[in-house]
């Protein structure tokens, strides 16, 4: 049974950080593509980053780079996702997807989701 847990969602300031995990049960990522993909309130669900084990291929979305990093630890079995300089576009649902091919940014290619992580920017 694979399943996805996020967490480390909260309440930040703009300019502020956060680190947001992905647990990995029933399987191990070795073979598969970690995303992270956010919806916020009236917006479609849109790809953020995502990393995938067998080849060190990563991606992000043009809106987060430089910003956010995304990692793995293999022997946790988890990935995160660091949010620097948070600003008020990015409160969103964050979720993290996986598939077991390579990374990509289209959320209709990936076959097991978390329930999402809240994260919210307000001065």
């Known amino acids: 049974q694979l399943q996805l847990v996020e967490s480390g969602g909260g309440l930040v300031q703009p300019g502020g950080s956060l680190r947001l995990s992905c647990a990995a049960s029933?399987?191990?990522?070795?073979?598969?593509?970690i995303g992270w993909f956010r919806h916020a309130p009236g917006k479609e669900r849109e790809g953020v980053s995502c990393i995938s084990s067998s080849d060190d291929n990563t991606h992000y979305a043009n809106s987060v780079k430089g910003r956010f990093t995304i990692t793995i630890d293999n022997d946790k079995n988890t990935v995160y996702l660091q949010m620097n300089s948070l600003e008020p576009e990015d409160p969103a649902v964050y979720y993290c997807?996986?598939?077991?091919?390579?990374?990509?940014?289209?959320?209709?290619?990936?076959?097991?989701w978390g329930q999402g992580t809240q994260v919210t920017v307000s001065s």
């Open positions: 997807a996986a598939r077991d091919w390579r990374c990509a940014l289209t959320s209709s290619m990936y076959n097991t």
């Open positions: 029933g399987f191990t990522l070795d073979y598969y593509a």
